[in-house]
């Protein structure tokens, strides 16, 4: 038993104890610093894409509010040359024309800058303008203007049906009986349709073309304001253009 004893005490004492080393410093703070600048990094990306989303949210506002106000000079050109002759004419129709003109202005300045208005106020202004355009015309019948519905309680962004029907008026045939141009709107419950048709001179064919670039705007306040609420078709050839909007106006 001593012996045995001896050789362990002889072993031990030859044995080198097990010293472990502490690893450096930066691996045990490495994880934590590049976890910080992770975190440093997304919420400096989610900072920067929520300032992008407010400019270019107030980028299309600032867009459409401009839009909005816009009445077409031509238009106002032509109705203020409309009206003169009728003074000179002493027509008793001027002093209707001059109520209509200011109700339209009034509307594009009062109202235009609100996101919404009531339907019944928009369509106002599109009897009128209609109305206004017709004292061009020597045959009044050649303009075919219905609403069917009931507008009532309905709002609509302001301005927005207007230029698709502007544009029949400036591109169109006018004053034409056989191929009147085509004014439908139909309203059932919150939903709204716009149809119009007008013939088109082949002389003009090429200024429909370019028409297009002035309803990439309306397309965007579509997109923007009634995003998977709308539906838009527009046919045109040598002779005719169509345009067919459906409207999802629920709130």
Not at 142 to 167: A, M
Not at 182 to 199: A, G, M, P, R, W
């Amino acid at each position: 038993m001593v012996v045995k004893s001896e050789r362990i005490q002889q072993l031990t004492a030859n044995t080198t104890p097990l010293v472990r080393k502490a690893p450096p410093a930066y691996f045990l703070w490495a994880p934590r610093i590049l976890m910080y600048l992770c975190m440093v990094l997304i919420s400096l990306f989610l900072r920067h894409n929520k300032r992008y989303q407010e400019i270019k949210e107030e980028k299309q506002l600032s867009e459409i509010a401009y839009l909005r106000a816009q009445i077409n000079p031509h238009f106002l050109f032509n109705t203020l040359n409309n009206i003169y002759a009728l003074t000179l004419q002493k027509s008793d129709y001027a002093s209707d024309a001059v109520m209509k003109l200011s109700k339209m202005m009034r509307f594009v300045v009062s109202e235009s800058s609100k996101d919404n208005v009531p339907l019944l106020q928009d369509l106002d202004y599109i009897k009128n303008y209609i109305e206004l355009q017709k004292l061009r015309f020597v045959n009044k019948n050649s303009v075919d203007f219905i609403i069917d519905g009931d507008p009532k309680q309905i709002n609509i962004s302001p301005l927005l049906l207007i230029n698709f029907i502007e544009n029949a008026f400036k591109y169109g045939v006018l004053d034409d009986v056989t191929h009147p141009i085509k004014v439908y709107i139909t309203i059932d419950n919150k939903f709204l349709e716009l149809y119009v048709e007008n013939e088109i001179e082949n002389i003009q064919f090429d200024n429909v073309e370019s028409s297009e670039v002035g309803l990439i705007n309306t397309y965007k306040r579509l997109e923007y304001l009634y995003t998977n609420r709308y539906d838009l078709k527009i046919h045109k050839d040598k002779n005719q253009y169509i345009v067919n909007l459906k409207l999802n106006l629920n709130d």
